[in-house]
């Protein structure tokens, strides 16, 4: 059925969390999670502000949701990296040779970056535990004085935008959540609480996109890559130039916290802002070793990785999943709160959003699933109250080939 306007269920009043204390125990709403009413359901065609990654998730095919090449990172933004752990190579165990530490992995990042200004921290696009171990060291710099967090993901805007026109983490500095509007991978949850927290400890959020206005149409792949990486670190070696005394955290996606030039001759952004500055960042990989033990614990460099790549590199255990979730969110703290089955639909695909009572549909949820006719999968979330939004987005229907 097609719904062209949003349209209210009637209130919603549930404490839903598996394996939590009864429906007599809500006078301590603490202990998990509520939903209230009134759920807000509406059709996917009446958005506005998720249009660019619903359209992503349309295109997927909910009953062979990776014959679609690329659908890994869309998957992932609608929390089903359940789906794609099995085939991307993001997941795959590459068994890292482990290094002995002095102490936990936190500890030792900070010790060593009380030695710079500037750590950079890459993620793979398709795990959201590498945003969850961001969210804990921006925690852990924050009080030594690591003041900007400089993320690759955030909408860069043109000198001259309108006001209205500009992302909300720049228009409106002071809300404790980000917007869709604010870049392309804050749709996922987990993402968009790595801003929630920065935003509560004080971090200065910097956009250091480049965009490319004179792009050559006939650019090789190599030369695309130069350039978007020069631009990046020029805008980065700007920021520091023009605020001496900051001190940067800056979130990346894999190879551009590479710190030294490839065997050949390629050259990432941290090298390039490296050169530029003189600054000798302590770069941290997420991505080149996974799987080597059954908790985050530093490895080697890996013998294929040039010497000097990363100065930490931090390997994941193998991922596990709890009612189609990722086991890391409950060892964080989150709860598997189960979703009702007439929220299913019968064919294609339906969003589910859980946001804080009280908050406007345009920011990032505290969790977002995408949910198929016959999947039992749960919403996670940490102790508290939640109002619900769910988007149909209507039988699924191949995209058409154009001509």
């Not at 992503?56 to 014959?67: F, G, K, V, Y």
């Not at 997941?91 to 710079?116: F, G, H, M």
């Not at 690591?146 to 409106?172: I, K, N, W």
């Not at 994941?316 to 086991?327: E, I, K, L």
Request: with cysteine.
């Amino acid at each position: 059925m097609s719904i062209t306007t949003a349209t209210r269920i009637a209130p919603l009043l549930i404490f839903l969390t598996l394996g939590a204390p009864s429906m007599a125990e809500e006078k301590h709403p603490a202990r998990g999670v509520r939903f209230v009413g009134p759920v807000e359901r509406m059709a996917a065609a009446s958005l506005s502000e998720l249009s660019p990654t619903i359209t992503l998730l349309a295109a997927i095919d909910p009953m062979h949701p990776l014959d679609q090449e690329a659908a890994g990172q869309t998957l992932s933004l609608f929390g089903r990296e359940d789906l794609i752990a099995a085939s991307s190579t993001d997941y795959q165990a590459n068994r890292c040779a482990p290094l002995k530490a002095a102490s936990d992995v936190l500890t030792e990042i900070e010790r060593r970056a009380r030695k710079t200004s500037v750590v950079i921290i890459n993620e793979s696009h398709e795990r959201s535990e590498h945003r969850g171990f961001s969210t804990a060291l921006a925690t852990r710099l924050r009080p030594l004085g690591f003041d900007t967090l400089a993320l690759e993901t955030l909408s860069p805007s043109m000198p001259g935008t309108p006001e209205q026109y500009l992302p909300s983490f720049v228009r409106q500095p002071t809300l404790p959540y980000f917007e869709d509007g604010d870049g392309h991978y804050l749709s996922e949850a987990g993402y968009g609480r790595l801003g929630r927290r920065a935003k509560a400890l004080g971090y200065h959020f910097l956009a250091y996109e480049f965009i490319d206005e004179h792009q050559a149409a006939d650019a090789t792949m190599e030369q695309r890559i130069a350039t978007r990486e020069e631009g990046q670190a020029r805008n980065l070696a700007a920021y520091v130039h023009d605020h001496p005394g900051a001190k940067l955290l800056i979130h990346v996606g894999y190879s551009h916290a590479t710190e030294a030039p490839r065997a050949d001759g390629t050259r990432w952004m941290a090298a390039r802002f490296k050169e530029m500055t003189g600054i000798d960042p302590l770069t941290i990989s997420q991505t080149v070793c996974r799987g080597g033990g059954e908790k985050v614990q530093l490895s080697a460099l890996p013998a294929d990785e040039p010497a000097g790549t990363f100065d930490i590199v931090v390997d994941h255990p193998t991922a596990r999943f709890v009612h189609g979730r990722p086991a890391w969110r409950q060892q964080a703290g989150d709860l598997p709160a189960s979703i009702p089955r007439a929220f299913y639909p019968t064919n294609g695909w339906t969003v589910v959003e859980a946001r804080p009572v009280g908050e406007p549909a345009a920011s990032v949820p505290m969790d977002r699933i995408a949910i198929r006719a016959g999947d039992d999968v749960a919403l996670m979330l940490p102790p508290g109250r939640y109002q619900l939004r769910v988007i149909d987005m209507g039988p699924w229907r191949a995209p058409r080939v154009s001509d």
